[in-house]
DNA sequence: TTACAAACCAAGCGCTTGCTTGGTAGGATC
DNA sequence: GATCCTACCAAGCAAGCGCTTGGTTTGTAA
């Protein structure tokens, strides 16, 4: 039995350093790595279920079969691009937060950085871990889910400062929920290359929490 | 060819009656509406993709095969739960939006109606609506889009309104999109026999727009 | 040159899927 | 009491699915 007297299993920086060695989902050099990128562009067009192994090996020019040397199954690709989506953005994320001086740079901070990441270069994947959860088996959401938390943690304890501050009115845990279904909702509807540039996205996102 | 000099064939109050008085989906008499909210809870719990008719029916006490005696495809459920949850949520909405005197009611009111429509007893209807949209066929995403509508504008017009009054800040487009993602996001982690009363996150959520 | 592993191919197996078919039970209508 | 219609069953077909298998190519390094 695992000791349980944590309330959760955290991780620390270096072992998200150390996942993060691993990522291969921005790396076109490499076999897995095109894998990676191609599936997150087709499970977020089609879905995942939707995709069959067989649109994804002939869209990087493989026999089907072959995927099976690079992964176990199909829910391991899944997996691959969801963590590999989470370990690249909460790097970004870090950076943001030590970067900014104040507050209210900092919330702003992690709007943009989260906007980015679901309509920006990792915008694909970042669809797949919001949108094709309910695929992934149980077991393995549980392992993504640790890799969140850390994500998830820079949000609280930014957020619970603001209220403290009287910057934000409201239950913490409730205000990030608002908040981060505003943010990964944009995708269906934000086009980064519109009339609308991110930043300004990101500040109107911003007002939302502000008072 | 179709006249396309207007920029949506809206329809009118007297359409969306008549599509109301087909709705089948909170009738437990017929079997067809026993299907449907049954097709509705089987594709929120686990997606319309990984619900098979076999699932439906014997969860249903029928054969598989007996579906397509009330539908003609699987899409059709699809397409049914769906124009059945907008038509019932619709109808909320235009009593809600009648009964408020106050702009600030009326925006309440609106927050509060799409929250029960999407964690209420029409949820997991609403859910599919919202999460298996990609599922359904380019053509059926038309029509919906179309009785969506009407829905959609009166949202716009009252933060139009708000916006003229100086109550909310920006653009009316973009805060609704933003809202709606919040409002949509909920059912994910929103527990309508918590702790948290519906009726205090609607306030919560007004307290989002307002300035 | 040989040795070896990683990357891939060609073929297809076993299973599940949406859907079809031909037929039956039961109630309403004339 | 014959006719008809709605709701269903029992059986199964054709296609598509994830994945396996045994073998071949390709790159690397001794």
Redesign the pocket.
Known sequence: MEDMSHKSARLDLDELESVFAAMELTNPE???GR?LTMAAHLFKVRGF???????L?SAV?????????????????LEAVMRDAIVYNTRLMIEGVKASTTLKEQLLGLIRCELESINGVTGEAMNVLVFEWRNLPEEKQRGILELRQYYEDLWLSALESAVEQGMVQGDPFVIRRLLAGSLSWSSTWYRIDGSLSLEHLAEQALLLILH
């Open positions: 490499s076999a897995k894998l279920d939707r995709t069959t192994v067989r649109d090996a020019g493989i026999q089907s079969g072959s995927i099976f040397h690079h992964f176990k199954n199909k829910d391991e690709i």
